[in-house]
């Protein structure tokens, strides 16, 4: 079964260059790049995270790996899980779509690592605020 534990994921070795050792990204920094690739998103309303997020952020402390999990199977696989609300009026299933692609993307983009699945949870729908929409008239 999937965890995180202190396991850390291995980058493949670009050719020719396997002599120089091994290149180990920490599960932190793929949540830190696919929470940044979700907030790109148009439609993303917010990412939900924890408790410990939500007073570092009330800090001014900004965590870009909130409401993301990723996890390394004990065959190696990638898994990302992204937890996130959607703004009123788009497309879910769209937005889900664009999330899945853009964190695929910036993690091979950034590490050279292939994710085996990425599954987006979309956990509210986002309003706008009456006072965004008085200020808007």
Same mark, same amino acid.
């Given at each position: ?50 408790? @410990? ?16 999990? @990723? ?34 993307? @910036? ?31």
């Amino acid at each position: 079964m999937a965890e995180k534990t202190a396991k850390a994921f291995v980058q493949p070795a670009p050719s020719g260059k396997e002599e120089l050792g091994t290149i180990e990204v920490a599960p932190e920094v793929i949540e830190v790049i696919a929470g940044i690739a979700t907030n790109e998103v148009e439609g993303v309303a917010s990412t939900r995270g924890n408790f @410990a997020s939500g007073v570092a952020e009330r800090f001014g402390k900004k965590v870009h790996s909130k409401g993301v999990k @990723a996890t390394i199977t004990d065959e190696g696989e990638i898994i990302i899980d992204v937890y996130c609300s959607v703004k009123f009026g788009f497309s879910i299933p769209k937005v889900a779509k664009d999330i899945q692609t853009a964190i695929r993307q @910036a993690i091979y983009n950034m590490t050279s690592i292939e994710t085996s699945e990425v599954n987006v949870h979309i956990t509210a729908i986002q309003f706008e605020s009456n006072a965004d929409e008085e200020s808007s008239l």
